[in-house]
Every structure is written in structure tokens, then in C-alpha cells.
């Protein structure tokens, strides 16, 4: 059973600050923004959140090619769900909104790796997504992987 709203509010702010003492700004930010959009926000998450901001900005890329990693040492074991979620974070990192990085060759191996950790768990729909999304970036070369994972896919769901 989930918490009323104000207890809700409450939590998400404890585990921001937790997130924020462990320098984990991106969830730290996120929580604060749920809590801003319950209305509940105090005065704390109102001058938290350009701080948080900027310290997303400068930890964006390292933490991106951190998760990314993560997710390969997973895959290699096999361990699909776990790849996937850090594929999954890395992914929502480089495409938030204030997120200064611009690699897309990066983002659409996420895409691909994405792609691939779905299809390995036969998630055949969400693996055509990721690759469809890593088809829409500007990027030469790295579609190649990313088309024959699709069709992989289609033939799967066919």
C-alpha cells in the first residue's frame, strides 16, 4: 500500500538528501522534482534544485560511461535485467533535459546494448524501441547494429 501524499513527499526528500550526500545528484534530482510536482516542495527543494542541476551537469558524462560499463560487466554474466536497468539509467542520463552530453555514438551503443540485453530476456517489442530510437540519432555506422538487432526482433514477433 503506498503512502498518502504528505508522507510520500517526506520520503522522496529523505532519500534525496541521502542521494545527495552520496553524490548520486542525477536520483537525488529526480526525487526532488517528484516531490516539487506533489506540491509538496518546501523552500528546500526550490534552492536545491539549480544546484543539483549544475553538480547533473558536471558528474553527466562519467556517470553515463560508468553505467554503461556496469551494464557490459552484467551482460557478460548474463544477468540481463541488471544490464538492462543500467543501460536503461544511462540512457534517461544523456537525454535529460540540462544533460551536456552530446555523444552520439555513445548514446546509440546504449540504444543497441539496450536493444540487445531485450532480446536476450525476449522483450521483442521493447527491443524494437531501443533500436528505433537509436536509428533517430545522427549517427553513421552505428546503425548497422542497431538494424540487424531490430529485425532480429521483428522476425521474433513474427
Given at each position: 500500500?503506498?503512502?498518502?501524499?504528505p508522507t510520500?513527499?517526506?520520503?522522496?526528500?529523505?532519500?534525496?538528501?541521502?542521494?545527495?550526500?552520496?553524490?548520486?545528484?542525477?536520483?537525488?534530482?529526480?526525487d526532488m522534482e517528484k516531490v516539487q510536482q506533489m506540491g509538496s516542495g518546501s523552500m528546500?527543494?526550490?534552492?536545491?534544485?539549480?544546484r543539483l542541476r549544475r553538480a547533473c551537469k558536471s558528474e553527466n558524462k562519467g556517470r553515463i560511461l560508468?553505467?554503461?560499463r556496469r551494464g557490459n560487466l552484467h551482460f557478460k554474466a548474463k544477468r540481463y535485467k541488471e544490464a538492462s536497468s543500467c543501460y536503461e539509467?544511462?540512457?534517461e542520463m544523456s537525454t535529460f533535459p540540462f544533460s551536456n552530453f552530446t555523444d552520439t555514438k555513445t548514446?546509440?551503443?546504449?540504444?543497441t546494448n539496450l536493444a540487445l540485453t531485450r532480446l536476450s530476456a525476449n522483450e521483442l517489442e521493447a527491443a524494437v524501441e531501443a533500436?528505433?530510437?537509436?536509428?533517430?540519432?545522427p549517427n553513421e555506422g552505428a546503425n548497422a547494429s542497431a538494424l540487424r538487432r531490430r529485425a532480429m526482433a521483428y522476425k521474433g514477433l513474427n
Amino acid at each position: 500500500r503506498a503512502p498518502h501524499a504528505p508522507t510520500r513527499g517526506r520520503w522522496l526528500l529523505r532519500r534525496a538528501q541521502a542521494y545527495e550526500s552520496l553524490e548520486r545528484h542525477y536520483e537525488a534530482y529526480k526525487d526532488m522534482e517528484k516531490v516539487q510536482q506533489m506540491g509538496s516542495g518546501s523552500m528546500m527543494v526550490t534552492k536545491s534544485m539549480p544546484r543539483l542541476r549544475r553538480a547533473c551537469k558536471s558528474e553527466n558524462k562519467g556517470r553515463i560511461l560508468a553505467e554503461k560499463r556496469r551494464g557490459n560487466l552484467h551482460f557478460k554474466a548474463k544477468r540481463y535485467k541488471e544490464a538492462s536497468s543500467c543501460y536503461e539509467l544511462a540512457v534517461e542520463m544523456s537525454t535529460f533535459p540540462f544533460s551536456n552530453f552530446t555523444d552520439t555514438k555513445t548514446i546509440a551503443a546504449l540504444y543497441t546494448n539496450l536493444a540487445l540485453t531485450r532480446l536476450s530476456a525476449n522483450e521483442l517489442e521493447a527491443a524494437v524501441e531501443a533500436c528505433t530510437s537509436a536509428l533517430k540519432l545522427p549517427n553513421e555506422g552505428a546503425n548497422a547494429s542497431a538494424l540487424r538487432r531490430r529485425a532480429m526482433a521483428y522476425k521474433g514477433l513474427n
